[in-house]
Antibody, heavy 122, light 107 residues
Framework: EVQLVESGGGLVQPGGSLRLSCAASGFTFSNYAMGWVRQAPGKGLEWVSEISGRGATTFYADSVRGRFTISRDNSKNTLYLQINSLRPEDTAVFYC???????????????WGQGTLVTVSS | EIVLTQSPATLSLSPGERATLSCRASQSVSNYLVWYQQKPGQAPRLLIYDASNRATGIPARFSGSGSGTDFTLTISSLEPEDFAVYYCLQRANWPLTFGGGTKVEIK
């Protein structure tokens, strides 16, 4: 059974940093691209970032490029999102998600974690 | 970036009725269009990928159609568990983008 479990969210002041983690199990982690999607309270979904299976290629939304860094450790089956220079508008639930097809980037996401809440406030 | 416009914003229907949701792209996305369902407090659930392919375990009452810029998600006969918010996602170009969502509510 595929499982994705996010952690690392919390309350942080504007300008602060957090590192989100997503522990994966139930599939061969390195074979699939992984992504992060966020959802501000009461709002819609926003794609944030994606990384290829081996970690060689990364992609970002314009709103986070230069502040967020996606990475993965395939030996630990874990996806990360380093988020810096946080702004109040970054307040959201952050979901990690698994790519649908073996080896494909820019793909559909078929499994999602339950999300971790990041709150940016002074 | 490609903008996806979903309509209507809210659809008020009764169980058993047919639901037709629209997603329009600002430029062609070929068939690289995905549909998700999200219920309150839950993560999104993949329904349809590549415009018309049902994901594993998705009931046959859900169907997707379209290509280029105009796409439709149809629920042939609404079940009580289908009342939720539906989002489309384009994966044709970076950055990936979501539509604003359509809420299907009980009339």
């Amino acid at each position: 059974e595929v499982q994705l479990v996010e952690s690392g969210g919390g309350l942080v002041q504007p300008g602060g940093s957090l590192r989100l983690s997503c522990a994966a199990s139930g599939f061969t982690f390195s074979n699939y691209a992984m992504g992060w999607v966020r959802q501000a309270p009461g709002k819609g979904l926003e794609w944030v970032s994606e990384i290829s299976g081996r970690g060689a290629t990364t992609f970002y939304a314009d709103s986070v490029r230069g502040r967020f860094t996606i990475s993965r450790d395939n030996s630990k089956n874990t996806l990360y999102l380093q988020i810096n220079s946080l702004r109040p508008e970054d307040t959201a639930v952050f979901y990690c998600a698994k790519g649908l097809r073996f080896g494909e980037v820019r793909g559909s996401f078929d499994y999602w974690g339950q999300g971790t809440l990041v709150t940016v406030s002074s | 970036e490609i903008v996806l416009t979903q309509s209507p914003a809210t659809l008020s229907l009764s169980p058993g009725e047919r639901a037709t949701l629209s997603c329009r792209a600002s430029q062609s996305v070929s068939n690289y269009l995905v549909w998700y369902q999200q219920k309150p407090g839950q993560a999104p659930r993949l329904l349809i990928y590549d415009a018309s392919n049902r994901a594993t375990g998705i009931p046959a009452r859900f169907s997707g159609s379209g290509s280029g810029t105009d796409f439709t998600l149809t629920i042939s006969s609404l079940e009580p568990e289908d009342f939720a918010v539906y989002y489309c996602l384009q994966r044709a170009n970076w950055p990936l983008t979501f539509g604003g969502g359509t809420k299907v509510e009980i009339k």
